[in-house]
T-cell receptor, first 116, second 113 residues
Framework: AQKITQTQPGMFVQEKEAVTLDCTYD???????LFWYKQPSSGEMIFLIY??????QNATEGRYSLNFQKARKSANLVISASQLGDSAMYFC?????????????FGAGTRLAVHP | DGGITQSPKYLFRKEGQNVTLSCEQN?????MYWYRQDPGQGLRLIYY???????QKGDIAEGYSVSREKKESFPLTVTSAQKNPTAFYLC????????????FGNGTRLTVT
């Protein structure tokens, strides 16, 4: 069965510094996708970044980048120049292709707190 | 603007009552999903639907039911058979493609006492 593991329940970072949120995954599929979402205290889920298993370059979206190490099955999110508004829960997710249906499975999340 | 609308935002019910959570999308997405989130935890899949009149159980479908009579709508009924219904429920939709992200509604917080 496919699984996502986020080992950091909580992280602290100083404003303007960079932070890495860890994500490891387990799958026997050769083709899969990895996603990161942000969930502020209001509850909505905000899509941040996507990495495909066959993508040769690490994905980047503004201040977000994904450190993809396929052999180690890790897909860590790097946030550069942290801002107070980055304080939120962050979830790593993987696309599970099962019977032709595309569903996402999620990790338990990491709560990030950005301090001034 | 296109998006996903979940209503109501907060819902209170007495134990033993069925309750239906609404989810409507105007993104013209084929696939729709219901997830449950408990405090401090990740999202767990309840049901998902790829096309109208078709849906599949997720990892925690017991005590829940859904319908997909229209492409835009995917209501979730929490039945009295659900042992611990108090939770945050999120509806999502996506294009029928492996690379496409899920777009989420703002969620419904259900409290059953």
């Amino acid at each position: 069965a496919q699984k996502i593991t986020q080992t950091q329940p909580g992280m602290f970072v100083q404003e303007k510094e960079a932070v890495t949120l860890d994500c490891t995954y387990d799958t026997s599929d050769q083709s899969y996708g990895l996603f990161w979402y942000k969930q502020p205290s209001s509850g909505e889920m905000i899509f941040l970044i996507y990495q495909g298993s066959y993508d040769e370059q690490n994905a980047t979206e503004g201040r977000y980048s994904l450190n993809f190490q396929k052999a180690r099955k890790s897909a860590n999110l790097v946030i550069s120049a942290s801002q107070l508004g980055d304080s939120a829960m962050y979830f790593c997710a993987m696309r599970d292709l099962l019977g032709g249906y595309n569903k996402l499975i999620f990790g338990a999340g990491t709560r990030l707190a950005v301090h001034p | 603007d296109g998006g996903i609308t979940q209503s109501p935002k907060y819902l209170f019910r007495k134990e033993g009552q069925n309750v239906t959570l609404s989810c409507e999308q105007n993104l013209n997405h084929d696939a729709m999903y219901w997830y449950r989130q408990d405090p401090g935890q990740g999202l767990r899949l309840i049901y998902y639907s790829q096309i109208v009149n078709d849906f599949q159980k997720g990892d925690i479908a017991e005590g829940y039911s859904v319908s997909r009579e229209k492409k835009e709508s995917f209501p979730l009924t929490v039945t009295s058979a659900q042992k611990n219904p108090t939770a945050f429920y999120l509806c999502a939709s996506s294009i029928d493609s492996g690379n496409s992200p899920l777009h989420f509604g703002n969620g419904t917080r259900l409290t059953v006492t």
